[in-house]
């Protein structure tokens, strides 16, 4: 399905087989010298049947793209890398500098990468059985090709950068949280923010924490403040439907998250937790009776919602991280009541 949403923009629907998400907006912008797609989809061949069918009837074939950018690197935007390369092998790819560097890191001893995940997720409890199994469940490991071309090939973008095609002038804005590179794509003329994932119109971006000495959720608030700020009429998502209305969105999500620093505050005043243990008991939105019955991937973003929150806390001295027995346990460190917003 296809939808012009400007002059020469296109929203390209593509669908996400197996991904309760059901589909990724993907973005075409055209003109005679260059044609920009923003985001890609997962590598299935009825995914690409859509994606070229969809550029197809904007009037552009695969092999005469010159450009995709990515707004992060989950595999749900990048995955179908190898296949466009294959289409039109002069393609320019583009994506963070952050995001760049990161696949990079991940791809120069892609083993080490994989056992220190599988390292960072026992230390907070995760049972072996669930961690030995992190290759075959997570689907970021089943297209390492996407990460190695955006290794190798990709071109950096930086906060501040433009884009212009097609008479429009794209501020590129370095949105981390959801992702250490996310960006967002804001025409000031139009008013459009192309969003990413960093703002949905109902489900609650995944702001998870896998690597030590970083915190993203505190990185994520700062960016919805960042978006906040922008006079938006329009927000062009990269799931659900486009919206508006964006400062009420973002109060929203504040909401959202504080509510839940504070469930987890409450769960951690009977005593000690290990990360694991605590995202068992968080209450999560989704359509199981009971922690059993989450298939391991929702596990893997339950776990690394849990952890950002935990790591939130910490920062802000309202927990306190002890290591013990090679495991990771909070506890509450100081009494007092979570504010964050006004």
């Known amino acids: 399905m296809i939808r012009e949403v400007f002059p020469n923009i296109f929203q390209i629907k593509v669908p996400l087989p197996h991904n309760p998400l059901g589909h990724l907006n993907a973005y075409l912008i055209k003109s005679d010298e260059r044609t920009i797609l923003i985001d890609t989809g997962l590598n299935f061949p009825q ?12 009037g552009v074939e695969m092999q005469t793209l010159t450009d995709v950018l990515f ?63 992190l290759q075959n469940f997570h689907p ?35 949105t981390p949280g959801h ?56 927000v ?11 400062s009420g969105r973002v109060k929203q999500l504040k909401n959202h998250h504080e509510q839940r620093l504070k469930e987890i505050l409450t769960l951690l005043k009977n005593g000690s937790l290990t ?18 019955d989450f298939p391991p991937f929702q596990k893997y973003l339950a776990l690394g919602e849990t952890l950002s929150h935990l790591t939130f806390l910490e920062k802000k001295g309202f927990v306190k991280k002890i290591v013990f027995d090679q495991k990771v346990l909070y506890e509450i460190n100081k009494a007092g009541e979570l504010k964050l917003f006004p």
């Open 47 to 58: 995914a690409f049947g859509a994606l070229r069918q969809g550029l197809s009837e904007a």
């Open 71 to 133: 707004t992060h690197f989950h595999i749900d935007h990048i995955g179908m890398i190898p296949r466009i390369k294959d289409a039109s092998k002069d393609i320019n790819l583009w994506i963070h500098f952050t995001e760049k560097e990161l696949s990079k890191f991940i791809m120069e001893d892609f083993r080490k990468y994989l056992n220190d995940m599988k390292a960072f997720l026992k230390a907070s409890d995760a049972p072996s059985s669930y961690v030995d199994n």
């Open 140 to 174: 970021a490991f089943f297209t390492p090709k996407a990460y190695e071309e955006i290794a190798k090939t990709a071109h950096s973008l930086k906060d501040g950068q433009e884009i212009n095609v097609s008479g429009y002038d794209f501020q590129v804005l370095w």
């Open 179 to 234: 992702s250490p590179g996310h960006i967002c794509l804001y025409e000031p003329d139009l008013k459009a923010l192309i969003a990413g994932d960093h703002v949905l119109p109902t489900i609650t971006p995944h702001v998870s924490q896998f690597m030590a000495d970083t915190n993203p959720l505190e990185d994520y608030l700062k960016s919805l403040e960042k978006v906040e700020r922008l006079n938006v009429k329009v």
């Open 236 to 246: 062009l998502p990269a799931h659900e439907k486009t919206f508006k209305n964006l």
């Open 275 to 292: 990360p694991y243990s605590l995202a068992s008991k968080v209450h999560w939105n989704v359509n199981y009776k009971a922690w059993d």
